[in-house]
């Protein structure tokens, strides 16, 4: 609202610094900065709001260490981080974008399943709290909503080069200084996206079933629809996971959103993806603010959840960073680049398949199940062992900034 109130400002009594709305790092260090103001200040006030209300978590008995001091600690925490996220990107972002658009029904749609699964848990006083197909039914809603929205939506499009241009006016015209072939470059609808590792540096789900004889713009669809829906029901509930103990989720996911506004920032600037050979997608690098507001809500609600948590983020919180992360890394067409980021997401699912996996099998094999871990998530595990949660969070934070290296290096590793 304010990029639109300022740019008119500008227009018509041209008023010193309103100008500065038009630059994307001004409006995402803008949004940082008021987002950590909401969830610091404000997020004590609702913190205290929750205790009135005793809106307390109800604690399973695990024989964790420290686990019966955090009965009661105020929960349903996540409506900080979403005011957090939302209030600046309604301030700074342009909502005329589409892909800012995609991210707050993003940010609502996660939160809404988070909130609801929170609700009936403490009101309702059900622990098991919202079905799990419900979530999943949610979960695949959210995913086929932006896969259609990416594939058939007009302004969702990539600069690509073309032997003869589609449209009258080509947005750029490249003469080979050898042969003098010309070419060009203009803005089209494209099912490419960015994979590591790899010569070009790109992959087409286009070309994935034509090894199969299976071709047209249905069959390509319903590929990219399977894979944006597993990728944001896998990461979802990997946020979800992740989030069992203080800080956790929360430290990761900061140095996520970091990694994703870098992302966003280059794969939107064509000098940025120009050098680096990379795909440049416009009008995406608004998505730069949209993140500033998620990492400056993440580490604001760090302050108050970090170890001894005052407060948790619940399912409300932890469903909505998991659906944004996915989102986020779709939209920019990095979501093949998910593996490696979310690596810790990655292995906290992991450990609960293997855990749950292997429990089953030896109980149908031998008669008595047996375990992996001492307790699935991981992070669980290496508390049985005897690890305070505050080193087990400060080592899986570090992994996530290694991991976080490594994924902006795969863009020049080829």
Known sequence: MLYYLFNWLQEHFYIPGAGLMQYISFRTAMAVIVSLIITTVYGGRLIQLLHKKQVGETIRDLGLEGEKEKKGTPTMGGLIIIAGILIPTFLFAKLSNIYIIIMIVTTLWMGAIGFLDDYIKVFRKNKEGLAGRFKIVGQVGLGTLIAITMYFHPDIVVREQVTSPTSSIPVEVIINPQTGEHTYAENVKSTKTNIPFYKNNEFDYSKVLDVFGLEGK?????????????????????????????????????????????????????????????????????????????????????WYNAYPAQVFMGDTGSLTIGGIIAAFAILIRKELLIPILCGVFLIENISVLMQVSYFKYTKKKLGEGKRIFLMAPLHHHYQKKGYHEAKIVTRFVIIGVILAILTIVTLKIR
Request: hydrophobic letters at 55%; charged letters at 5%.
């Open 218 to 302: 249905w069959i390509t669809f319903g590929l990219f629809l399977v894979v944006v829906v597993f990728i944001v029901t896998a990461v979802s509930n990997g946020a979800n996971i992740t989030d069992g103990i203080d800080g956790l989720a929360t430290g990761t996911s900061a140095i996520i959103g970091i990694t994703l506004a870098i992302l966003a920032y280059v794969s939107g600037n064509i000098v940025f993806s120009d050098y680096l050979n990379i795909m440049y997608i416009p009008n995406s690098g608004e998505l730069v603010i949209f993140a500033g507001a998620f990492i400056g809500a993440c580490t604001g609600f760090l």
